[in-house]
């Protein structure tokens, strides 16, 4: 599956706002190495960058057209490609970012474990994961799926998204590994221009990706139409034509 740089950050503001609260939970620390991992196109990184200024960065991802796009925004900061289910830093680092992309990667037990093992002393997992499964976008989105005339090419795209526990289930995975933990909840509330038109963007830069990916041009533009017919229904524009995209999110700031 590919990412598209450009596609991603049509709403960039919107899509930063998360990281910036993530960023403002993690203890203070003088580090020395940050990580982004699943940077992007280096939007989470720049600020990764302005809360450490003194440390050595990296970035992360593994799509090339995000890293391109990366390094042409930090271009002092090492970016590199990896699949980050198995990456394994060469020396402990005091900050982990992790920004709206463990949701993607699978067995959470086994990696956030790792991931705190990777961890200097008093250094921190920060985590952002969308946690929007139960919304209407989702459920628009597996019903368009689910159609006959494309549900067998796309079959294996309902389960790219890997398996989420709930927030208690990561303060018992996490809770032993952790001096201090962090975990919380929050809900945006997007208002986009654009109507539900917008909302169809928006996920075309993120969760439509793993379906639309095993589509041809003609399945792809009939999948979307149907898909914003779903989200007209489930999304009404406000008097001025915008729309409100609400939007929940799990945060994880462990310590070790």
Not at 14 to 36: N, Y
Not at 81 to 109: C, K
Not at 124 to 135: F, G, I, Y
Request: glycine content about 8%; overall charge negative.
């Amino acid at each position: 599956m590919s990412w598209s740089a450009s596609q991603y950050v049509q709403f960039e503001e919107d899509r930063t706002r998360p990281v910036r609260d993530l960023l403002a939970a993690i203890p203070p620390v003088h580090a020395t190495s940050i990580v982004d991992l699943g940077c992007g196109p280096g939007n989470s990184t720049e600020l990764l960058c302005a809360r450490y200024p003194d440390a050595k960065a990296l970035g992360l991802d593994s799509s090339p057209d995000m890293l391109q796009a990366a390094r042409r925004r930090l271009p002092t900061v090492t970016f590199a490609e990896t699949d980050i289910a198995h990456w394994t830093p060469e020396q402990p680092a005091d900050v982990i970012l992790a920004n709206a992309v463990l949701h993607w990667v699978p067995g959470h037990e086994a990696l956030f474990g790792r991931l705190m093992s990777n961890l200097s002393k008093g250094g921190s997992l920060a985590v952002q994961m969308p946690d929007n499964m139960q919304e209407p976008s989702q459920r628009a989105m597996d019903k368009t799926a689910s159609d006959p005339a494309w549900a067998g090419k796309i079959a294996a795209a309902a389960g790219f998204r890997a398996q989420m526990d709930d927030a208690d289930g990561y303060i018992r995975m996490l809770r032993p590994l952790a001096t201090r933990l962090d975990v919380w909840r929050t809900t945006y509330m997007h208002i986009l221009p654009g109507g539900p038109a917008a909302i169809v963007e928006w996920f075309k830069g993120s969760g439509l990706r793993p379906f639309l990916a095993a589509l041809d041009d003609g399945e792809r533009e009939r999948f979307l139409g149907r898909y914003q017919s779903e989200i007209e229904t489930a999304y009404p524009a406000l008097p001025d034509g915008s729309v409100v995209l609400r939007f929940p999110r799990l945060f994880i700031v462990a310590t070790r």
